[in-house]
């Protein structure tokens, strides 16, 4: 142990102060601030090997993470008019879009895909929060109503994976009417008795979980993910009294009875796959012959 | 009853307070004085007119919270006939920040729904200054298919800060009751008509006014987030409202280019607080209107015409 103290600790801790050391490499976890390797936190699917903290992860590793080698398709999401109400604060709106755009080829917070759970094929919709805090405009409702709609048109059940700020501002009224406009998407899905399933990540609050988000047939939440309507500084400002301990985070809300389960990232793909499988016995399947040998649903 | 001025109605107040002033000294008698009483009069007038002809988005905001602004009792009170309110979500209790019951509404049984912001000190802290909690919407909820099972058409009256920020009304789940309230009003098979009065702010109001038609009096806002809010989370200074409420297009006059609100009511001259009985008969003139036009329609178009009219709501033109 000595060796290990007084030889290698040290030569870590001066690596990882090199102002040099590429981003890339090592993760710090915000949960307990370790840092962690890169490549092990994304073997250990952006879970904290050391304190079990759920980081925060964009759409493409979402959508890795839930059809993994079976693989998935993009749906497109069509173009809506970008800055719409020509907002601009301290920076154009316009502007803003622009560099967030830079990021993620032009795709905004919300991307739509179709894939293969166990056999069985279903539409994904993800929100990424780096994406301009994940807030819902234009372009987000327009994902969410082509999810819906293809999920309609193919007979698929729609997941949902939920990580926002709220509407987007700078959007105007535009973005609150979001708001009815995805839940008129829901609104489709439910009576073509389809399963809308909602996996709430952290962090869902405003105008995202006070529509489509909270809506779900199923609601699954990520542990320690901030779930609510008002976010906590708000709150706090309001009211000036302390907040409780874990108040908004997933297992509180387990606890007062707004989600169904709280589930650790490992264990969603199969709970998912479970769920749909349960709600749609014989359900829509994928007629692919290699998808023969997978688990059957009677 | 003394009238409340607002910091931009500064110029009108030495106006008319000069006014009364005059008016008290010349008790009548004196011509020449009479004449002058005239002259201030039209000047206070068209001073007026001048002024409320283009307010900029955050003088209206000032207007919308106008303390004498009539409120939802002052609606209800002249335009429903034997109104009876009910009470509570049969699951937690009433909030009293949402009113709501049946009543007569020119001939018709209607639901009248409606943030309820409360007068006085004692009533504004005994309706949350209209903000509500989960229970209020789920009310809300409870009464708008109470509407549907009797087949009459549903009045919603918007004027809230929004909805309340608070531990309880969190831990009851204030996100997942503003959702109920728009599933239930996009899920309606009657008519749904909403009128926001002063303030629509933000998912509390919009819980309750998914309609067929929504109106908006000419000087009352209707906005994503409060310009307060906005200033301080965009422009990190709360203190630049008044660039917030500019660049939300929180207007009436905006909202319906915007094709977010279908009608706008006029007000009188000076707002709705300086002629109360003009405004409400105003809006009950619009709700008339669209209750003709509404209640012919069979119930599956009703709901297909509001779920259209919101899913259309995607920043494309349309002719
Ligand atoms: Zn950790």
Redesign the interface.
Known sequence: MNWITNQVLPKIRAFRQRKDTPDNLWTKCPGCGQMIFHGEMAAALWVCPQCDHHLRIGAKERLGLLFGEAGHSRIAVPA??TD??R????MRYAERLRQAWQRTNGEDALVVAEGDLDGRRIVAAVQDFGFLGGSMG?AV??GF?TAAKRAVQGRMPLIVFSASGG?R?????????????T?????RLREAGLPFIVVLTDPT???V???????GDIALAEPGAL????GPR??QQ??R?T??EG??RAEYLLE???LDMVVHRRDLRATLSRLVGLLLPAGPRVEQPEMAAGPQHP | MAQTYLDFEKPIAELEGKLRELEQTAGGNDINIADDIQRLKGKAEQSLRTLYAKLTPWQKTQVARHPDRPHFEDYVAALVADFTALAGDRAFADDQAISGGLGRFRGRSVMVIGHDKGRGTDGRIKHNFGMARPEGYRKAVRLMRLAERFGLPVLTLIDTAGAYPGIDAEEHGQAEAIARGIDCCLDLKVPLVSVILGEGGSGGAVAIAAANQTMMLEHAIYSVASPEACASILWHAAEKAREAADALKLTAADLLALKVVDRVIAEPVGGAHRQPERTIAAVGDAIEDSLKALCGIAPEALREQRRRKFLDIDGRARP
């Open positions: 809506v008019p719409p109400i907002f601009r604060d301290s234009l409702g327009e109503v509407a501002m700078q959007e105007g009224m535009l973005s609150l009417m979001q708001m009815p406009r839940v008129v998407a829901v609104q609050t405003g105008g979980t006070a529509s489509f988000a909270m809506l779930i609510g309507f008002a708000v709150i309001t009211i009294q907040l409780p108040f908004q007062h009875g707004m």
